[in-house]
């Protein structure tokens, strides 16, 4: 799934050449993509609009039209904008025609991706304030803000920071490599993590969103740019889909294991695991000495 440095990659290479043009026409092919809205509706809201801006929140791709119209693009698992396309794209759900004959085709072979809209700045704010949490390059991402809304969660860390209203932008990729470059084991109780991890992490996620976006993107499945080229990131991993692989640090091989329902990249040398859940360690607490460490 694109995540902040994929959506972003996009909007820095799709902006230059759809800014300040006129929207002709939006050609909604699969109506699925703007429901509940009907599609002629989100159609006749953007069409013979100037697009003032493309702008991303989170994963959100905002589009700024004129009249304080906003198209809200979300890419989900598959979903790729493509400029000028050669030819017909298969799984080509949408396509935007511009006044001055540049296309934009939204290509989506899952179908998840969704189109919403937005009218006025309110409700703008309010569709995302509803959905994301703090952006990640904002100065209001803090080690303090993340432990203040850690504090007393038992969520695993990995669910946590895919939790979008906590944190905007970051998904399966980029956490598995923050918390590996934190030394953060994914299934640590994120209101157990101390300040010092939380500093980590918070470096750690700036550190891999900055490489891959730095790196254009990561594409590991469908992902491409606007002008078809991959990303680059899915070469710079440390963890992420390398099990088996030596961890880059210390050379133990890579584990793959579930957290947050997700398929999850640790070295567990370096990202040190969690002990057993405190109704079990109370339990064994009460046992000798030795069988507590067996069953430990
Ligand atoms: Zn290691």
């Given at each position: 799934m694109p995540e902040l440095p994929e959506v972003e990659t996009i909007r820095r290479q799709l902006a230059p050449h759809v800014e300040?043009?006129?929207?002709r026409e939006v050609e909604i092919r699969d109506p699925r993509w703007t429901q509940p809205l009907a599609a002629d509706q989100l159609a006749n809201a953007v069409s013979a609009r100037r697009l003032d801006k493309l702008s991303r929140r989170g994963k959100y791709l905002i589009w700024e039209f004129g009249g304080d119209v906003f198209l809200l693009v979300h890419l989900r698992m598959t979903g790729t904008l493509l400029l000028d396309p050669a030819g017909e794209v298969a799984h080509t759900r949408v396509v935007f025609h511009f006044d001055d004959g540049r296309r934009v085709a939204f290509v989506d072979p899952r179908r998840f991706g969704t189109g919403e809209l937005a009218v006025g700045t309110a409700a703008r704010d309010e569709f995302l304030d509803r959905r994301l949490g703090v952006?990640?390059?904002?100065?209001?991402?803090t080690t303090e803000h993340m432990r203040t809304l850690a504090r007393?969660?038992?969520?695993?860390i990995k669910a946590f920071l895919l939790d979008q209203r906590k944190?905007?932008?970051?998904g399966n990729i980029y956490a598995d490599e923050a918390l590996f470059r934190a030394r953060?084991?994914?299934?640590?109780?994120?209101?157990?993590?101390?300040a010092r991890q939380w500093a980590a992490l918070r470096d750690g996620i700036l550190t891999v969103l900055q490489a891959g976006l730095d790196a254009k993107g990561a594409s590991i499945d469908d992902f491409r740019h606007p002008d078809g080229v991959r990303g680059g990131f899915q070469n710079e991993f440390?963890?992420?889909?390398?099990?088996g692989l030596p961890c880059p640090a210390c050379g133990s091989p890579v584990r793959k294991l579930r957290a947050a329902g997700r398929g999850t990249y640790v070295c567990e040398r370096c990202q040190i695991k969690p002990r057993q859940p405190r109704q079990a360690v109370t339990r064994s607490s009460s046992l000798p000495s030795r069988s507590a460490t067996l069953s430990s």
């Open positions: 300040a043009k006129r929207l952006e990640p390059f904002d100065e209001a991402f007393g969660s038992r969520t695993p944190l905007a932008g970051v953060v084991h994914p299934l640590r109780e994120a209101g157990r993590l101390d440390s963890v992420h889909r390398r099990e």
